[in-house]
């Protein structure tokens, strides 16, 4: 029988591998991937919805690649899921590298009406931005990432022009000059400045005058008021409308309409132009 020499050098090298491979794991080389919040801006606003725009890095720390299978990405309200983002276009990350990903999204007011009335109430949501990829790591196989982050958005809501009081200045020879309070309310939670808005004057659907309001800074949940002077002639209001107002009554088929710009210097932001009428 032939006997197999081991030399002692080759044997303690071989006894000093197997101990280092019994005390070393894969767990001790694999390092999770980490994220960073970049940054959650606003970029447009309407009167029924916001939408805005996050942006997050995500590092993999480790020496190899790690291919993605599966990427959830979502917005939450109330601790629940509720608008799905959709799958980034990323099918991996390389070795000890860092990816910058961007997830846009849109809230209305009416999905907030029907999730969260509360939210819509008080003029602003508090929303989660849920990531959950799920990795391929060597030896270990599937692993799934969890990370949020939390932000605020406005709910924007339409401001409120009321004619407040009113009250006939003075009666010529062939016009009537009134005098007209008007109010502003400006129901978000942030700042609007507005530029001048017009005013039309209006009996039947007849034109009957045009004016101008100064344009106004009105802070969150704040009301304001300017008075203004309309001059209207006798032909145009007729008889009965002429008679009504000299008594001290607001004819109910004499309406005033209002149109204005409107900006938010908090968000930094326009709104879209805004028309309405004018209640009483």
């Known amino acids: 029988m032939r ?9 303690i090298s071989t006894v000093l591998v197997l101990s280092g491979c019994a005390n070393f794991g894969i767990n001790d080389a694999y390092r999770q991937p980490s994220f960073e919040h ?13 939408n805005g725009s996050s942006r997050v890095e995500l590092t993999n720390p480790n020496a190899y690649g790690l291919p993605i299978t599966e990427f959830a990405a979502q917005l939450w309200l109330d601790g629940q899921p509720w608008i799905d983002l959709g799958t980034p276009t990323l099918d991996g990350l390389a070795a000890r590298s860092s990816t910058t990903l ?24 508090d929303l989660e931005l849920r990531l959950q990829p799920t990795l391929t790591v060597p030896v270990l196989g599937a692993r799934q990432l969890d990370w949020s982050h939390d932000f605020t958005v406005p ?79 006798f032909g145009g209001l007729g008889l009965s409308l002429l008679e009504a107002l000299r008594s001290g009554e607001w004819p109910s088929n004499l309406g005033i309409n209002w149109a204005g710009n409107m900006t938010s210097p908090d968000l930094g932001l326009d709104l879209p132009a805004l028309t309405g009428s004018v209640s009483r």
């Open 3 to 11: 006997l197999q020499r081991i030399s002692l050098g080759g044997l």
């Open 38 to 50: 970049q940054s959650t801006r606003l970029t447009g606003i309407t009167w029924t919805g916001v």
């Open 102 to 125: 961007e997830f846009d999204w849109t809230v209305t007011a009416v999905g907030l009406l029907q999730r969260a009335r509360d939210a819509y109430a008080a003029g602003e949501a």
């Open 155 to 233: 709910v924007p809501k339409t401001p409120q022009v009321r004619l407040a009081d009113w009250r006939v200045e003075d009666i010529g020879f062939t016009s009537l000059t009134m005098a007209l309070d008007l109010v502003v309310t400006n129901p978000n939670r942030f700042n609007l400045a507005t530029g001048p808005f017009d005013l039309g004057i209006t009996a039947d659907g007849r034109s009957l005058s045009r004016l101008q309001l100064s344009g106004m800074d009105i802070g969150a949940g704040v009301t304001q008021q300017q008075t203004t002077s309309v001059s209207l002639g």
